[in-house]
């Protein structure tokens, strides 16, 4: 990985060729000690790299830190501004893209960039942002324009337009554009040497300049002569699990953690997946990687202010503010029991109907079973929301948000990280408002501006004491560690296009003569050799398609497949710990266990002394743990079963016991704006209270549609006029359709009653049954939903389906072993009671029909094949309560069929071993 050194010349203007970028240790060992020369990188990383390296490295015991500077700090050091004024910067540019937007709203003299029709709806603080990010590039632009014609004539117009006003703004507020003025000369009282200048993205525009001056050296290293191989993985995951594992075995070796570095494009998409791993292997890294302040823990707390009220306080937004475990709540308790009604009451976001203002939240909490305490918070709380909002100025949003945060935040409960971003944000709402002050005027929307500008503020936590360092492409260009791993080096990840000019089209671009060149090889080539051990890697496979090598590598047939997912196995930590556990290998442990591991070995000792128990599997053991689980679902000393229950039992044993038994269900805290269950009740009660009450207008009849009507349309209000304040309920739009759609319902309802059962007398509603039968040694119980009784003296029953009804199939069994016994276990049930069933039907809502399905002309149940059901039924019975008192809950050894919420805990089909 080696060249040879091709040496150095200085002098005026000349370049300085280097070797590979080990050798730039030359320059530091000739000019670190003379306390003068200063070294430039492309990057702060590179520079903070080299400000470490030539202390520990070197004869040079210290150097001044200032010494050793990035590009960016090289610029604003060397290039003086204009004299008396400010720069312009991305607040000012804001202020004035929202202020241009606004007069472009009222005067519409923009064409391209908005719309014309859409310039009165376009919100400045939609807007603004790509607008900003035009403004330094407007020079760039018109001067492209001009040399080779503008691609689009509302572009340029457009672009003159908004040049002219922004150069009026920076006029008038005593501010200059740093891209709009002539560089001039340098002032460069130090000698300088320039690393690396074709990996900066805006070396070109100053690389005149600089030539102008002796006292700046460049210093361009040519590529190593020999490229490393790329490992070529099949997917991320062995990727990491390799790097991870390469990476543990250094350390085992007693290599430091600061000789290792991990370069990973795009490493926020993996930045879980790779924590994970880093864990498993005992690994210490640092992401080096900044993010949006909006996006970090505590420091989200003004995009989620504004979230929850962008919404209406729709109780999701309030869930995941509430919720959020960065911020430190005074009561937590109180905050839950206030989520329980919004959820429970479907608290979606304020809307109009009717023409009225609706607050959900408003409604929810007016019922007599909110407690005071619940709805003084949710007043206090939607109110301290608001006013951050409303505020007028930079200074009065920070006083309203350290109000906020004093009442309702427990100063001493703050995570660590949490807590700095937080401040962190408060820190930069302190600098805008010095920046308004001045400015000279208040801001318009302060709180949107802010939240705006918080997108674009990079906030990088504070790098933890130890640990392997993990920088994103392109800023580690230039270090020299150790050991340096550069993975997900694929061709997408490692091009490096640049970005200024992302908001114009590829084909705008190229008409102006702007088309950026990749300079994705020349950070590979830097890449190669940038560390004592290089080792390069990607992955065949991305998430979403298929990926490809870079051509650098792939042109000087550099590219191979990884030395073996079987290699790194062997070595792998866990995978040797796992053998160390079964017996089958010594211990993997070269430095004293980690606590995971000390841990992990707890458990696995504690385990290893109670006998495991998978009840998917496995009979409970004999004792008095299953006659106490079997009592659960006994009454007065006797199994009993409901039909739905005996179905489940049938379908899945294993289901039941944790459903029916243990009492166990999936703990869902979601937002039941629509619920199936909550429809399917309110059916069942408006159909209880038309049959109870159509006596009263006259019966079901063809010729008594009006009173019918007028009784359903009665019956709706009814039952909608205490919906609000139930639990759980819907939220007011869908109680507002659900009421249109039971009206329609009761009315379709009373039409088929009348045609199908004209001469019935009601009965019973919701009727209880309950029968023993002594040869399955176990007993029914349920509820019918209605019995009628027939002018012959027989009795007519009926189940009322809100969704789908069971299939012809499902309860005849004609291709296999009937599924449903619902209807057969009533029948059964009432037959043994002593009551004749002359036939029984399925009401379908949704069809608005009746379907028989036992008894007479057409029925799906025929009187040879219910009986034959019902015998079945009763095997059923048997066998279920035999296996019940003997704890066999075990599931079918093929698993079921249908999805289940307790696929987590199952070991037949959803998890093996």
């Known amino acids: 990985m080696s060249t040879k050194n091709q040496g150095l010349a200085h002098g005026r203007g000349r370049v300085c060729i280097l070797g590979p970028v080990k050798e730039l240790v030359e320059v530091f060992t000739k000019y670190a000690g003379d306390g003068q020369t200063r070294f430039v990188f492309?990057?702060?990383?590179?520079?903070?790299?080299?400000?470490?390296?030539?202390?520990?490295?070197s004869a040079v015991q210290a150097v001044r830190s200032t010494r050793f500077m990035s590009w960016d700090t090289f610029k604003e050091e060397v290039f003086p501004g204009r004299e008396g004024r400010r720069p312009s910067n991305a607040f000012l540019r804001a202020v004035f893209a929202r202020d241009l937007l606004e007069r472009n709203g009222e005067e519409k003299f923009l064409s391209w960039f908005v719309r014309p029709e859409f310039a009165s709806a376009a919100a400045p603080s939609i807007f603004s942002r790509s607008l900003r990010t035009i403004l330094p590039n407007l020079k760039l632009l018109l001067d492209a324009a001009a040399q080779r014609g503008a691609p689009d004539a509302a572009l340029a117009s457009d672009l003159g337009i908004i040049d002219t006003l922004y150069?009026?703004?920076?006029?008038?507020?005593?501010?200059?554009?740093?891209?709009?003025?002539?560089?001039?000369?340098?002032?460069?009282?130090?000698?300088?040497?320039?690393?690396?200048?074709?990996?900066?993205?805006?070396?070109?525009?100053?690389?005149?300049?600089?030539?102008?001056?002796?006292?700046?050296?460049?210093?361009?290293?040519?590529?190593?002569?020999?490229?490393?191989?790329?490992?070529?993985?099949?997917?991320?995951?062995?990727?990491?699990?390799?790097?991870?594992?390469?990476?543990?075995?250094?350390?085992?070796?007693?290599?430091?953690?600061?000789?290792?570095?991990?370069?990973?494009?795009?490493?926020?998409?993996?930045?879980?997946?790779?924590?994970?791993?880093?864990?498993?292997?005992?690994?210490?890294?640092?992401?080096?990687?900044?993010?949006?302040l909006s996006l970090c823990p505590g420091g989200n707390f003004f995009s989620s202010l504004a979230e929850v009220e962008s919404s209406g306080f729709h109780v999701d937004a309030v869930k995941a503010f509430l919720l959020n475990g960065a911020f430190p709540w005074k009561d937590e308790a109180l905050l839950r029991r206030v989520l329980s009604v919004g959820l429970e009451k479907g608290c979606c976001g304020s809307f109009l109907c009717g023409g009225k203002f609706s607050d959900p939240w408003r409604a929810a909490l007016a019922g007599n079973d909110v407690a005071e305490e619940e709805k003084a918070f949710f007043e206090e709380f939607r109110a301290a929301i608001r006013r951050p909002r409303r505020a007028s100025s930079f200074a009065e949003l920070r006083v309203q948000a350290h109000s906020f945060a004093a009442r309702f935040f427990d100063a001493g409960l703050w995570g660590r990280e949490a807590e700095r971003a937080f401040q962190f944000s408060l820190s930069f709402l302190a600098e805008l408002t010095a920046e308004e002050r001045r400015l000279g005027f208040p801001v318009a929307e302060p709180f949107s501006l802010f939240t705006e500008l918080l997108q674009d503020r990079i906030y990088v936590s504070p790098a933890a004491e130890g640990g392997v360092d993990v920088y994103p492409y392109k800023v580690s260009a230039g270090v020299y560690p150790r050991y340096h791993f550069i993975v997900n080096a694929n061709h997408a990840a490692a091009s490096a296009s640049g970005a200024a000019l992302s908001f114009l089209r590829d084909d705008f671009k190229e008409a102006l003569g702007l088309t950026s060149e990749d300079?994705?090889?020349?950070?590979?080539?830097?890449?190669?050799?940038?560390?004592?051990?290089?080792?390069?890697?990607?992955?065949?496979?991305?998430?979403?398609?298929?990926?490809?090598?870079?051509?650098?590598?792939?042109?000087?047939?550099?590219?191979?497949?990884?030395?073996?997912?079987?290699?790194d196995r062997k070595a792998d930590v866990s995978l040797k710990e796992l053998r160390y556990w079964q017996g089958r290998e010594a211990s993997p442990f070269f430095r004293a266990p980690s606590f995971w591991q000390r841990e992990g070995f707890i458990r696995f000792s504690a385990l290893s002394r109670v006998p495991a128990l998978n009840a998917a599997k496995e009979r409970l053991p004999p004792g008095d743990t299953v006659e106490r689980l079997a009592a659960r679902a006994c009454e007065e000393g006797?199994?009993?079963?409901?039909?739905?229950?005996?179905?489940?039992?049938?379908?899945?044993?294993?289901?039941?016991?944790?459903?029916?038994?243990?009492?166990?269900?999936?703990?869902?805290?979601?937002?039941?704006?629509?619920?199936?269950?909550?429809?399917?009740?309110?059916?069942?009660?408006?159909?209880?209270?038309?049959?109870?009450?159509?006596?009263?207008?006259?019966?079901?009849?063809?010729?008594?549609?009006?009173?019918?009507?007028?009784?359903?349309?009665?019956?709706?209000?009814?039952?909608?006029?205490?919906?609000?304040?139930?639990?759980?309920?819907?939220?007011?739009?869908?109680?507002?359709?659900?009421?249109?759609?039971?009206?329609?319902?009761?009315?379709?309802?009373?039409?088929?009653?009348?045609?199908?059962?004209?001469?019935?007398?009601?009965?019973?509603?919701?009727?209880?049954?309950?029968?023993?039968?002594?040869?399955?040694?176990?007993?029914?119980?349920?509820?019918?939903?209605?019995?009628?009784?027939?002018?012959?003296?027989?009795?007519?029953?009926?189940?009322?389906?809100?969704g789908k009804i069971p299939s012809k199939s499902a309860l005849t069994g004609e291709k296999r072993e009937p599924s449903s016994f619902q209807i057969a276990a009533y029948v059964l049930m009432l037959q043994r009671l002593g009551q004749e069933v002359s036939s029984a039907w399925y009401y379908a809502l949704r069809e608005g029909k009746f379907h028989r399905v036992y008894g007479g002309e057409g029925a799906w149940l025929s009187g040879e094949v219910f009986q034959r059901n019902a015998g079945l039924l009763v095997e059923l019975l048997g066998r279920s309560a035999q296996r019940v008192r003997a704890g066999d809950y075990r599931a079918a050894s093929g698993g079921c069929s249908s999805p289940c919420v307790f696929r987590p805990v199952c070991r037949t089909k959803y998890a093996l071993g």
């Not at 492309?42 to 490295?57: D, L």
């Open 638 to 802: 006797q199994l009993f079963f409901s039909p739905t229950g005996i179905e489940e039992f049938a379908a899945c044993p294993f289901a039941f016991f944790m459903k029916r038994i243990l009492k166990i269900d999936e703990g869902v805290w979601e937002t039941g704006f629509d619920s199936p269950l909550l429809w399917g009740t309110l059916c069942h009660e408006a159909l209880d209270k038309f049959l109870a009450r159509a006596g009263e207008a006259g019966g079901f009849s063809l010729t008594n549609r009006e009173a019918l009507d007028a009784l359903a349309d009665e019956i709706v209000e009814e039952l909608f006029s205490w919906l609000p304040v139930r639990r759980p309920s819907a939220a007011a739009p869908v109680r507002a359709a659900w009421a249109r759609k039971m009206r329609e319902a009761l009315k379709v309802f009373a039409r088929a009653e009348a045609e199908t059962f004209p001469a019935f007398r009601q009965n019973r509603t919701e009727r209880g049954l309950k029968v023993f039968f002594e040869e399955a040694g176990a007993g029914l119980r349920g509820r019918a939903d209605r019995i009628s009784e027939v002018p012959d003296g027989g009795a007519v029953l009926v189940d009322y389906k809100s």
């Open 167 to 292: 150069r009026d703004f920076l006029e008038k507020k005593g501010l200059y554009e740093p891209n709009f003025e002539p560089l001039g000369i340098p002032q460069v009282d130090f000698p300088v040497f320039l690393f690396f200048p074709g990996l900066i993205e805006d070396f070109a525009s100053f690389e005149e300049a600089l030539a102008g001056t002796h006292r700046v050296h460049l210093v361009r290293p040519q590529g190593t002569d020999e490229v490393p191989w790329l490992d070529e993985y099949g997917n991320s995951a062995q990727e990491i699990r390799g790097l991870l594992t390469r990476i543990a075995g250094l350390l085992d070796k007693g290599i430091p953690a600061h000789d290792i570095v991990v370069t990973f494009p795009n490493v926020e998409a993996f930045e879980d997946d790779l924590l994970e791993e880093a864990m498993i292997q005992n690994v210490p890294v640092r992401i080096r990687q900044g993010r949006a």
């Open 519 to 567: 300079a994705g090889n020349r950070f590979l080539e830097v890449y190669s050799s940038s560390g004592e051990n290089v080792f390069v890697s990607y992955s065949r496979e991305g998430r979403d398609s298929s990926l490809l090598p870079p051509g650098f590598f792939a042109g000087q047939d550099r590219v191979r497949p990884a030395a073996g997912l079987t290699e």
């Open 42 to 57: 492309p990057s702060e990383v590179a520079a903070a790299f080299w400000r470490r390296w030539v202390p520990r490295s």
